[in-house]
């Protein structure tokens, strides 16, 4: 289970923080990442980063230079920071489990199955 | 404007077939899986296709995914009014450090 959280109003060149709260599952393992996509109102998907159990965490490009990703295990929380927000930032914003799906040869990215209801957030004065 | 090309909308009636394709390109669909999420008003998407072609147990075999090329496509048969929602595809992306690219989504509409 998935929950998350945060202000639903963020005032323009201000931060987006936002909490993911994890249930049912643990940071340290293997065969998932955790990470966070949004939907901007009446739009498509993007993808924004993720978390992986050794501590890697990838990045959106064309978020990158604004985003921090991390996680607090004890609490079972994951976390996004984003700065410098515009109303392009405005959107639901989910976090959701991806799975890593291992051959014997590589792993790939695969597939989210589990998310969370989502959290809006709007970025305005 | 998304990396994946999907038709903005399309449509059925009860009990037809409806196939809604995604378009992508050499560095996503052509050398990574293609998924499926289903979205309704309001909701979170939900996984509907996994792996080109594999369906999560749940999801009836009404529901058919394929992949060729750098193209992709979903096939619903038997359309039933329920089905009525926005469908997106995805892949993995490849380049620089990669990323997860999806289509604007498509609209279904049962008639």
């Known amino acids: 289970q998935l929950q998350e959280s945060g202000p639903g109003l963020v005032r323009p060149s201000g931060t987006l923080s936002l909490t993911c709260s994890v249930s049912g599952a643990s940071f340290s393992s293997s065969r998932y990442y955790w990470g966070w996509i949004r939907q901007p109102p009446g739009k498509g998907l993007e993808w924004i980063g993720s978390f992986f159990h050794d501590g890697t965490i990838s990045y959106n490009p064309s978020l990158k230079s604004r985003l921090t990703i991390s996680v607090d295990p004890p609490k079972n929380e994951l976390s996004l920071q984003l700065d410098s927000v515009t109303a392009s930032d405005t959107a639901v914003y989910y976090c959701?489990?991806?799975?890593?799906?291992?051959?014997?040869?590589?792993?790939?990215?695969?597939?989210?199955?589990?998310w969370g209801k989502g959290t809006t957030v709007t970025v305005s004065s | 404007q998304s990396v994946l090309t999907q038709p903005p909308s399309a449509s059925g009636t009860p009990g037809q077939g409806v196939f809604i394709s995604c378009s992508g390109s050499?560095?996503?669909?052509?050398?990574?899986?293609v998924f499926w999420y289903r979205q309704f008003p309001g909701a979170a998407p939900q996984l509907l296709i996994f792996r080109n072609n594999q369906r999560p147990s749940g999801v009836p075999n009404r529901f058919s995914g394929s992949k060729s090329g750098t193209s992709a496509s979903l096939t619903i048969s038997g359309l039933r009014s329920e089905d009525e929602a926005v469908y997106f595809c995805a892949a993995w992306d490849g380049r620089v450090d990669g990323l997860w690219v999806f289509g604007g989504g498509t609209q279904l509409t049962v008639l």
């Open positions: 050499s560095s996503n669909i052509g050398s990574h899986y």
């Open positions: 959701a489990r991806e799975n890593n799906y291992c051959t014997s040869t590589s792993c790939l990215r695969d597939y989210m199955d589990v």
